[in-house]
């Protein structure tokens, strides 16, 4: 026997309360009624009234109307009640016959269904705690569909060139030379880096990138950083500043992730201004710590502003992609930054510079 669905079953137990309470008026009524009756009765006989001849039809004819008037009772009461409880039951199972429906568009991959609100107080609830659900299924959709797109276009130069450098050496078009191999190798290096910031990235991403917070004094870190990146500089080039008040307090953060997400930075800055300057500093406000790299480069536009720290993003590929950028390093950046506790901000104008300050909590 297949088992009841939800509606049968909310109509069978509304008439089985019916039922119940029906039943147990009846039997109440068919006990009690008829003695409360003859005591009527002897009372009306003891104020002076003779019903001594007429006591046996009086209580067969209160026993009939009785019966009659309980049959017709049942029978409307029941309809009624019978009636009711099926409206009742199909309009609880509406808004649950369309959870199923938009359910089952949405495993079929149609993310972009949502659920009505309801006058039902849980399934209103409910409801929200779906749409909510949807909506990030459609974002994760989404970013893996971004992702797939931006990833061909990446492998795709690389890829193009060490295609055309393999034919040209296999066909004997190009001469083979260490420059082509230098250029075979950069082109392989480019790919190894991309593979290997999507596994971070994605890594980041999913929550799955270990956080070791520590109580963490900045002041050894920055200064190693901005050593060992001074050691890189042109004489007559770029010059790198670091400004740190005498009173730094420490930070509550991981010292290897905020060790990356500065070197991203200071390799953001140096790319970016061939000469002029760029400015390490940090200082507490309230509970954070904040630590900013401030060029005096290209800047950024403003309308590209907003998508600084979306992945595979470039102001200007052609130029990002021979210095041998990946656009990944600033998403990566964020994400690290936020496991951390903490918030990245950039501010940036075209010919003067560019500033990306990111907060810690203080230890």
């Known amino acids: 026997m297949a088992k009841l669905g939800l509606r049968s079953r909310l109509f069978l137990s509304h008439l089985v309360v019916m039922m119940v309470g029906l039943s147990t008026l009846l039997i109440v009524n068919k006990l009690f009624s008829p003695r409360l009756f003859v005591l009527h009765l002897e009372q009306l006989e003891g104020s002076g009234f003779n019903l001594l001849l007429v006591r046996q039809r009086l209580v067969e004819g209160f026993d009939y109307a009785w019966s009659r008037g309980a049959f017709w009772s049942v029978a409307v009461g029941g309809t009624a009640a019978g009636g009711l409880s099926y409206l009742v039951s199909k309009r609880i199972m509406q808004p649950l016959v369309q959870i199923e429906n938009v359910t089952q568009k949405v495993a079929a991959g149609h993310l972009e269904e949502r659920l009505p609100s309801s006058e039902i107080p849980e399934l209103n609830r409910l409801a929200l705690s779906f749409n909510h659900m949807a909506a990030n299924l459609e974002g994760v959709e989404q970013r893996r569909r971004e992702l797939v797109s931006d990833l061909t276009h990446e492998l795709r130069t690389p890829l193009t060139v060490v295609e055309g450098y393999l034919e040209g050496l296999a066909d004997g078009t190009i001469a083979p030379s260490t420059d ?14 991309l593979v290997n910031d999507l596994q971070e990235l994605s890594q980041t991403e999913a929550g799955y990138l270990p956080i070791h917070t520590q109580s963490l004094d900045l002041r050894p870190l920055l200064k190693s950083l901005v050593e060992r990146f001074s050691d890189q500089l042109v004489e007559g080039g770029t010059v790198l500043k670091l400004n740190l008040p005498a009173d730094l307090p420490s930070a509550l953060a991981d010292p290897q992730r905020v060790e990356q997400v500065l070197i991203n930075l200071l390799g953001n800055a140096f790319r970016y201004t061939p000469e002029g300057s760029i400015t390490v500093s940090a200082w507490s406000e309230t509970d954070k710590l904040w630590i900013a790299v401030q060029d005096t480069g290209y800047g950024i536009a403003p ?7 979306e992945r595979f993003w470039r102001s200007d590929r052609s130029r990002d992609r021979h210095s041998g950028g990946t656009g990944i390093g600033l998403s990566i950046s964020r994400r690290l930054v936020e496991l951390q506790g903490g918030t990245i901000h950039v501010e940036s104008k075209p010919g003067k510079g560019s500033t990306f300050r990111f907060s810690l909590p203080l230890a």
């Open 303 to 309: 309308e590209d502003l907003p998508h600084v720290f």
């Open 180 to 193: 082509i191999y230098q250029r075979l190798a950069r082109e392989t290096a480019r790919l190894q880096q």
